[in-house]
């Protein structure tokens, strides 16, 4: 079972910038998508960017177009999301995800298989 790790969440000023770091614990690990996802208190989580592992093919809410940029190093098996111009509305818990499987749209909670333990971001006004 692969092992995902977040890091880089943490407290911001409106317009701020963060990026987060999700790593896999196997280095065979060879995932087909990752992804992020957060929650906000009391919401449901969402999809907010994807990755194709191989292609490097990109997918993101409408929300965050322009102000975010996932990115991946394959060598280290590690999947960025740098964030700029953050607003408050994009405080929550994110969460990376990572699936095996060639299913679609991949923005759906229940095609991907592993999950990390969240990192919580807030966006002060």
């Known amino acids: 079972q692969a092992l995902l790790v977040e890091s880089g969440g943490g407290l911001v000023q409106t317009g701020g910038s963060l990026k987060l770091s999700c790593a896999a614990s196997?280095?065979?690990?060879?995932?087909?998508?990752m992804a992020w996802f957060r929650q906000a208190p009391g919401k449901e989580r969402e999809f907010v960017a994807r990755?194709?592992?191989?292609?490097?093919?990109?997918d993101y809410v409408d929300s965050v177009k322009g102000r975010f940029t996932i990115s991946r190093e394959k060598a280290e098996n590690t999947v960025y999301l740098q964030m700029n111009n953050l607003k408050p509305e994009d405080t929550a818990v994110y969460y990376c995800?990572?699936?095996?499987?060639?299913?679609?749209?991949?923005?759906?909670?229940?095609?991907?298989?592993?999950w990390g333990q969240g990192t919580q971001v807030t966006v002060s006004s």
């Open positions: 990755i194709t592992w191989d292609s490097g093919t990109t």
């Open positions: 196997e280095r065979t690990f060879s995932p087909y998508v």
């Open positions: 995800a990572a699936t095996r499987l060639r299913t679609w749209p991949m923005r759906a909670l229940s095609e991907y298989k592993f």
